[in-house]
């Protein structure tokens, strides 16, 4: 099982910057893909980037260019720098991480932290 707790979230002005955090605790050996999705009010849940075990990322079009994913695996953390936020940057920040165990793929979420930027 593994738990996911993230930090970092607040309120920001337009143009302002914010880093997201998330570390993983529980019993595991090593995580997979960690990243994170975000949902505004009345919106499905999006990528927002991703990062493989290998550091290989992939980002939401929406924030090329303005944020960026890192991982430390010996720290089991993630983290999502965020530049130049728009006030459609607005939403809950999900923390996700998967683990694949015996050939299954067994993902876990955050609780979320909330992120608004005002204009």
């Known amino acids: 099982q593994v738990q996911l707790v993230e930090s970092g979230g607040g309120l920001v002005q337009t143009g302002g910057s914010l880093r997201l955090s998330c570390a993983a605790s529980?019993?595991?050996?090593?995580?997979?893909?960690m990243g994170w999705y975000r949902q505004a009010p009345g919106k499905q849940r999006e990528l927002v980037a991703r990062i493989t075990n290998g550091a290989t990322t992939n980002y939401a079009d929406s924030v090329k260019g303005r944020f960026t994913i890192s991982r430390n695996n010996t720290k089991n953390t993630v983290f999502l720098q965020m530049n130049s936020l728009k006030p459609e940057d607005t939403a809950v920040y999900y923390c996700?991480?998967?683990?694949?165990?015996?050939?299954?793929?067994?993902?876990?979420w955050g609780q979320g932290t909330q992120v608004t930027v005002s204009s």
């Open positions: 996700y991480a998967d683990q694949l165990r015996s050939s299954r793929l067994y993902g876990y």
């Open positions: 529980g019993s595991f050996f090593s995580l997979n893909n």
